[in-house]
């Protein structure tokens, strides 16, 4: 018991000053606590020597020999380095460990993406069976693809393979997402390897629209009756169309029409115009009309519409046209969704929007295209783009209002800016057209555009409206009144806004535009 305390007693007693007696040791210590104010706080140590660790004594880490073990315990004084990982020594063990292991996944990944596709197969077998990625890593090297290396060229490849490895890392951080062309652009984000493939490959391969000269070609001896089978009356084709584009599309802006009429006028099927959208809009035509060819069954008016409808259902999966995303099929399945609304057959319309809201987000209507992709869009192309995905954030919302659920168009997933105003579409006079032709009383500039972007805006405001009302998350703690009626406070001022920042021309008056009138 007397060997206990007394070693007890050395270690509380071993400190860095234990020199000479207790008394002059702690004269000093006082000496020093007057002469520099209040004594300094015990260095921190991260690693105690191993004697230290074993009597479970403290160490004060002095080189080369501790305090307690020089002058109270006089034994060996040994510091295990690899015992504390914030050492310089161990940290730059595991770096380098860290470093080998990423260099010999990138050389992997980089084989994998390079290799035939027989090669990649039998090097993924390889790695299957191996005892050590890093060996199949050094193969590759060693190949060099089917090259003999000799002892002499191992450090340069080694260099080389670094080299690469940096490339292949600097080029996937710049592909963190890419609009790849196939047929139409698609967005194609960076988990996926498709971005990685080179262009000329097929689904890298480009194909614009036809140019000016084929156009040309197929403008002779065209009729428009050639986009639908329903009907050969061209005079019905052109009055559905024109009833389409007078009533509805003011409203429901989602395609441009510019680029729309340029291919219809010439029987040229692009992204910009199709037998299936054609057929969409006349479909939609026919329920502003009263003439016969505008039903399916001339004495049921609940009809109108229907052989249009169906031919473009037909056409949709004949041709496989969700296989292939473009701009128009986006544009037809929005507008068939609104149709079958009108019809009473919400379902079925759902169904539609979703596929339509699907395909823009694979074309990445949702993101600004100008920051994407290899080339260059052209001017006409990211207007039309712009406005076809802002067309379907209308449809969203409208079928949100309309049944009473959260939107599926978020905010946080668009960057894609507002559609530009065009001065020559703005300017194209709108008239009241009618079975009996077209009325005179109230033509006026279109303001095409003005309209969509007010609309635009109305939705926005709309949809955190829909997500405040409908939002399916229970709540832990529900919401205080205080706290309700604030958010609300908050929506109706932003809607007093809008209200106050529309143009003169666009505020409800007399012989107002109609598609002003129901944006109100």
Not at 188 to 211: D, K, V
Not at 327 to 345: F, I, M, W, Y
Not at 397 to 419: D, F
Request: charged share 25%; proline share 4%.
């Amino acid at each position: 018991m007397e060997d206990s305390s007394a070693e007890k007693s050395q270690e509380m007693d071993a400190t860095p000053t234990l020199t000479g007696s207790r008394g002059k040791a702690s004269t000093r210590t006082q000496g020093t606590k007057s002469d520099n104010g209040p004594a300094s706080k015990r260095r921190c140590v991260s690693t105690a020597c191993i004697a230290c660790r074993r009597r479970k004594s403290k160490c004060d880490g002095n080189l080369p020999s501790c305090a307690a073990c020089s002058s109270v315990y006089h034994t060996a004084c040994v510091y295990d380095p690899n015992s504390d990982h914030r050492r310089k020594g161990v940290y730059k063990k595991d770096t380098d460990a860290l470093r080998t292991k990423n260099t010999t996944l990138l050389t992997l990944i980089q084989a994998l993406l390079n290799y035939e596709e027989e090669d990649a197969f039998d090097l993924v077998r390889q790695i299957r069976s191996c005892d050590n990625l890093e060996d199949v890593a050094q193969s590759i090297l060693g190949q060099g693809r089917g090259s003999t290396a000799g002892p002499e060229d191992t450090a340069a490849s080694g260099d080389e393979a670094l080299t690469q490895a940096d490339q292949f890392e600097s080029e996937l951080a710049g592909k963190m997402s890419e609009l790849v062309l196939d047929g139409s652009r698609k967005f194609i984000g960076g988990t996926s390897n498709l971005i990685f493939l080179p262009p000329g490959s097929e689904l890298n391969e480009f194909r614009p629209s036809l140019g000016a000269q084929e156009l040309d070609q197929g403008h002779g001896d065209y009729s428009v009756t050639q986009w639908t089978r329903v009907t050969q009356d061209e005079r019905l084709i052109s009055h559905l169309m024109t009833m389409y584009f007078t009533w509805h599309y003011p409203f429901f802006t989602t395609l441009s029409k510019d680029l729309f009429y340029r291919d219809y006028i010439r029987g040229v099927p692009s992204q910009y115009c199709s037998t299936l959208l054609v057929n969409a809009m006349l479909a939609l035509g026919c329920h502003f009309s009263s003439w016969e060819g505008a039903r399916e069954d001339p004495e049921n008016s609940a009809t109108a519409g229907d052989h249009f409808f169906k031919e473009a259902k037909r056409l949709f999966f004949e041709n496989d046209e969700h296989a292939n995303a473009k701009l128009c099929t986006v544009q037809a399945l929005a507008l068939l969704s609104v149709r079958e609304a009108g019809c009473g057959r919400e379902s079925k319309g759902w169904v539609y929007s979703g596929m339509s809201f699907r395909m823009a987000f694979d074309l990445g209507l949702n993101f600004d295209s100008t920051s994407l992709g290899a080339r260059d869009l052209g001017e006409e192309e990211v207007d039309a783009r712009r406005i076809t995905f802002w067309g379907c954030f209308l449809f969203d919302k409208c079928w949100s209002n309309y049944l009473g659920r959260q939107p599926q168009l978020m905010g946080s997933s668009i960057s894609v800016p507002k559609v530009d105003i065009l001065p020559n579409e703005e300017a194209e006079l709108w008239s009241p057209y009618m079975d009996t032709g077209v009325g005179r009383e109230h033509t006026q500039p279109s303001r095409i555009r003005a309209v969509a972007s007010q609309i635009f805006r109305l939705c926005e405001i709309n949809g955190d409206l829909l997500v405040f009302f409908y939002d399916p998350t229970p709540k832990e703690k529900p919401s205080t009144k205080q706290a309700e009626l604030k958010k609300l406070s908050d929506l109706h001022t932003r809607l007093e806004a809008w209200k106050k920042d529309l143009p003169k021309e666009l505020r409800p008056q007399e012989g107002q535009l109609p598609q002003a009138l129901l944006m109100q």
